[in-house]
């Protein structure tokens, strides 16, 4: 059975940092792209960052490059989304998906999500 399992969201303040984990079980995490995506209240869910399953190509969305940082550890098969400078339109539930090699799909498999909440 496969689950990731989000963690490290939070209330904070703008300008600070937070760093999300997602502990991911049932795959491995070295055969997977892997991403992040979030929604705002009230809006639709948006893509953040991704990590292709080879670990050296990264993407951002516009809003969040420069500050935002995804990176994996196969050792702990977790994932993290490093987050600096953050703002109070960074409000949002995120989520971290996993999907198979070589898939270029929707994404397989999906969190609970981790509310993240900053304050101006």
């Known amino acids: 059975q496969v689950q990731l399992v989000e963690s490290g969201g939070g209330l904070v303040q703008a300008g600070d940092s937070l760093r999300l984990s997602c502990a991911v079980s049932?795959?491995?995490?070295?055969?997977?792209?892997l991403a992040w995506f979030r929604q705002p209240p009230g809006k639709e869910r948006e893509f953040v960052s991704r990590?292709?399953?080879?670990?050296?190509?990264?993407n951002y969305a516009d809003s969040v490059k420069g500050r935002f940082t995804i990176s994996r550890d196969n050792a702990k098969n977790t994932v993290y989304l490093q987050m600096t400078n953050l703002k109070p339109e960074d409000t949002a539930v995120y989520y971290c998906?996993?999907?198979?090699?070589?898939?270029?799909?929707?994404?397989?498999?999906w969190g609970q999500g981790a509310q993240v909440t900053v304050s101006s």
């Open positions: 998906a996993a999907r198979a090699r070589l898939n270029t799909g929707p994404y397989d498999y």
């Open positions: 049932g795959v491995t995490l070295s055969w997977h792209d």
């Open positions: 990590l292709n399953w080879l670990g050296g190509s990264t």
